[in-house]
């Protein structure tokens, strides 16, 4: 390898090389200094130059020439004034001849640029104002007639008696600046010469420093070039025995190295290809033109991101033709000042392979989880769609007059309508678990009511099966709590039905015991569900919390179930920060329990019983719904209820009959033709037609958390789930239109949303508008951030009523997507004081409430 550039490859250095480097230094910067010096010599003597041009020109002034001028031709006109008035026949034209030169002569002092630093010298300047005075005061009196001229010698006579004086005094004062001017150059001179004088001295004795070094460094590059042989053969002999490939190239491409792992890499052997050029050898034939301009970029220095940037990963070709992955790190050295590129790579072959496997298993999960969501989503549309028809009318058929068998068929078809119902809202209940949508809504609870409520919705089914039902206190109790009552419902209801379903003739009981462990520095609350029903083999246990088991049929019960409810129990219970376990023994029973951290709550004060709810009629609703079952319900439904209604079939014919009259409410289904429910709410809201405040009900089969956000997000005031049904169709226009007193199961707040929604939406509403805020007011504003958090705002400003900072964020985004920054500056200038104020009232109307 006689070719190889030791400098970039340095494995040590010796103390010869690290003498040369010193003396290299030394002399790198004694060149400096001289540099240095000769360029101070350069200005210094440019300065000598200046100053003495500078005397020069004070020299040929011809300031105290025209200073002596001023007062001879003073004394001049002084006399031909005097002459005149003492003359029986004065010579007047000669009086007007000394006045003109006289009067010139101050006009020209006194506006010349040359005299205006003169100026500067007091005695000078009064004198001069004086004389300038006289001079202009004296023009008329001169230019009058020969009698009137006569009349005023004497009056000129007296005025111009300081005349000379006064001259006398601008000359001497001149004369005085101008000597001094001269001293002050003089010792400028003077002052350059001595620094001159310092710097060849200096310069002097940095060329000599400099000889020494550079005979200093003539005997260490002896020592070096020794040193520098020596860590050349090391250097060849890493190389050779090197795992990774190394190769050197010219400027041509032509291979000057190629070592042993080079060899085993691409099949060539280093005597036959030295001096070929290495992209006909390596590079893939459709890659080749790139590799030589990329080449010709790297040692033209116009691409610096290759060089010395590390590993990048591409094709090359072995000897066989076979292409195959490398990486390749590239770094650039001089050779006998020729640019060379140095190569270091390794095969990849194998972990691409694994990678291209890892990516395929990956994507092969990642369809399955999309064909998972987007089975849920069709299934939730498709088959909650027509269940919304068949419930719908089954209520309505309710209604009418029936046979005793009638009215038994309609009841079972019911019935069944609903367990379906609940199977699909378990299997959705899944994937909103496994997004990690679970809103845990801690708050007051009174478990004693819980459980009792529990067992009373349970007793008939228990009944049913001829098993008594109860639940009791173990210890002491302790009714109130802080905990998620809706989820805690829900984890027993699981536990209560599986133990009914398994148990005949037997006793569930519910325990509630308060424990004095800790989790996360909360008390914990066990609460056991205990059967003596047909009990859980030992085998299946580990499994009983697994998607889709359920008990073995072969024990002489068909489950009757999907097999998730105790999923789903696990699942809301991890989410609570709990634990959930069974133990059981087969034909004995089973015990089912879940310990939560639950902090002790305080009960409220006793209120007032509320009255019954006022009654909501006649109102005009407008119902937007694409299927002709779902619209004929909806109808039927208000219309019993007292109400008008219209109907569109479509988002498009929605947003035009908004647009033609007011409606008290709007009933928005989502997934329609033409234009969705989503798209059609933004429009009405983004109008100024009559329903742009008008409350508009998402209509959908989509329940997941998230969905129901992007309804509220997009304008949209609540949300009805289907299948519609009088009762919660009639909770919702009492929450809307009644307010809190309305409804004695979930009080409504503004904007008609039940109260735990509006303030989960409300705390995060808060936090995205100081989000907001934080970033406009930011040192370093990010464009692109401030655009994207104006845009996710603006619905959710219109959902709190804060339309004026709705306004200015909807024009903010509107300006950021047509790249107008002028207008966009200007709408966010207005965003922080309308978000104080808003904050304001969102925070006063909370205290208020």
Known sequence: MSRLPTSAFAVGTSPSLRRSRRLRVLGVILATLIAVLLVFAFVTASQVFTNLRNIKLLASNDMEWSLAQIELETRDFAGALEAARLAPDPDLDRLRLRF???????????????????????????ALARVNSFANAAVPIIDSPDSALLDSLPLLSVQSAHLRADARAMSLSGIALYAAENDKARQRITTTLYRLATIALLLIAAVVGLLVNLLFANRSARQTG???????????????????????????????????????????????????????????????????????????????????????????????????????????????????????????????????????TRDRALAGERAKAEFLAVMSHEIRTPLNGILGNLSLLNDTALSPIQTRYLRN??????????????????????????????????????LQELVDSQLSAANRHGTTLNWRWEGPARAWVRTDRAALEQVLLNLVGNAIKFTDDGTITIEAEALSETINGLPVMELRVSDTGIGISEDRLPKVFDDFVTNDPTLGRVPGGTG???????????ALGGEIGVESTPAQGSTFWVRLPMEEGRQPPATKPSGPAPEITHLHMLVVEDNDINRELAQELLQREGHWVTLATDGEEGVRLAGEKP??????????????????????????????????????????????????????????????????????????????????????????????????????????????????TAPYRDFQNVAKRCHDLSGAAAIFGAHALHDVLAQADTAAKQGNHRLFEEQVAQIPPLWRATHTDLTAADAAE
């Open 564 to 574: 998730l409810g105790l999923g789903i129990a696990r699942r809301i219970v991890t």
């Open 226 to 360: 020794a040193a520098l042989s020596q860590a050349y053969r090391r250097i060849s002999t890493i190389l050779t025995t090197s795992m990774d490939g190394v190769l050197v190239v010219d400027g041509t491409g032509a291979v000057l190295e190629f070592n042993k792992a080079s060899e085993a890499i691409f099949g060539y052997r280093y005597e036959d290809i030295r001096g070929k050029n290495i992209q006909e050898l390596i590079a893939p034939p459709d890659l080749r033109d790139s590799h030589y301009r990329a080449m010709e970029r790297i040692l033209t220095g116009q691409d610096r991101h290759a060089a010395g940037k590390g590993r990048v990963r591409m094709d090359a070709k072995r000897s066989d033709g076979s292409i195959f992955p490398i990486e390749i790190a590239i770094e650039m050295a001089e050779d006998n000042d020729e640019r060379i590129l140095i190569g270091f790579l390794h095969d990849i072959s194998d972990r691409v392979a694994a990678e291209k496997e890892l990516l395929e």
């Open 663 to 776: 409606y008290d409410m709007i009933l928005m289904d989502i997934a329609m033709p033409v234009m969705d429910g989503l798209q059609a709410t933004k429009e009405i809201r983004g109008s100024s037609g009559p329903n742009r405040d008008t409350p508009i009900v998402a209509v959908s089969a989509n329940i997941l958390p998230e969905d129901r956000d992007r309804f509220l997000a997009a304008g949209m005031t609540a949300f009805l789930a289907k299948p519609i049904s009088r009762p919660s169709l009639q909770k919702m226009l009492q929450d809307t239109f009644a307010g809190p007193a309305a409804s004695n199961t979930s009080p409504a707040t503004r904007a008609g949303l039940p109260r735990d929604t509006y303030k989960r939406l409300q705390s995060r509403f808060l936090e995205e508008g100081d989000a907001l805020v934080a970033a406009l």
């Open 100 to 126: 003109d030169i006289f009067y010139s002569r101050i006009s020209t002092m006194a506006s010349a640029p040359a005299y205006l630093r003169l100026t500067v010298v007091p005695e000078f300047d009064a």
């Open 413 to 450: 078809m019911e019935i069944s309508g609903r367990v379906l119902m609940r199977h699909v809202d378990t299997v959705l209940d899944i994937t909103r678990f496994e997004a990690g949508k679970l809103d845990v809504n801690i708050a007051r609870t009174d478990l004693s009511s819980l």
